[in-house]
């Protein structure tokens, strides 16, 4: 059964520092998201990606975050300058497309950031 | 804006039947998930339903959808000890052809012998 994948499944950066998230979606799926959970806290919406451009960006999406579509497979996530309150699971979804609009979201297992 | 809305914990006894509620504020909702979360792991797409039905069962899950009171709710069958984790109620309306969620709190299952 296709699967979203994200590495790694866990990272530990100093605050401060630059990090980048991977995720490698279905392989017929064109629209992809970003989602965080903070520990105890609701899954937030971060970002949507489509035809390589931003779809839709939260509020929590600023300028200290980007995603990029490198290559044909991966879809990353960069942080830079990570703060403490940037620890979190954060999970990659994808989505196929229809005659109908989007079909259903699956998610990936999710990257634990921790900011130290 | 959208919200969902969520009781925070169930206790239900082994081999009982467990229902989850969820009530969410987007009447334009297309697809009403539900997700489950175990200790330390990722989201399980567990069912969904398109908001147009009322109804889905799947084995021993049971989704309700009450479109006009804006109410989804989860029934788990015969609930196992293998059930305990996380139940997260997201919704999603198409905007711009793609499919962003809003979640729930989360409501934790726990079951006991």
């Known amino acids: 059964e296709p699967e979203v994948t994200q590495t790694p499944s866990h990272q530990v950066t100093q605050m401060g520092q630059e990090v980048i998230l991977r995720c490698v979606p279905i392989s017929n799926h064109l629209y992809f998201y970003w989602y965080r959970q903070i520990l105890g806290q609701k899954v937030e919406f971060l970002v949507s990606f489509y035809n390589n451009e931003i779809s839709e960006k939260s509020e929590i999406f600023d300028d200290q975050f980007s995603v990029e579509r490198p290559d044909g497979s991966n879809f990353t996530l960069k942080i830079r300058s990570t703060k403490l309150e940037d620890s979190a699971m954060y999970f990659c979804a994808s989505s196929g497309r229809t005659t109908q609009g989007s079909t259903e979201a699956f998610f990936g297992q999710g990257t634990r950031l921790t900011v130290v | 804006g959208e919200d969902v809305e969520q009781s925070l914990f169930l206790s239900v006894r082994e081999g009982d039947s467990s229902v989850i509620n969820c009530t969410y504020t987007d009447s334009s909702s297309t697809y009403l998930y539900w997700y489950k979360q175990e200790p330390g792991a990722g989201l399980q797409l567990l069912t969904y339903i398109f908001s147009n039905m009322d109804m889905k069962q799947d084995q021993r899950l049971t989704v309700l959808l009450n479109k006009k009171d804006k109410h989804l709710s989860l029934r788990i069958a015969d609930t196992q000890t293998g059930d305990s984790a996380i139940y997260f109620c997201?919704?999603?309306?198409?905007?711009?052809?793609?499919?962003?969620?809003?979640f729930g709190a989360g409501t934790r299952l726990a079951v006991h012998p």
């Open positions: 997201a919704e999603s309306t198409f905007s711009g052809g793609y499919n962003k969620l809003i």
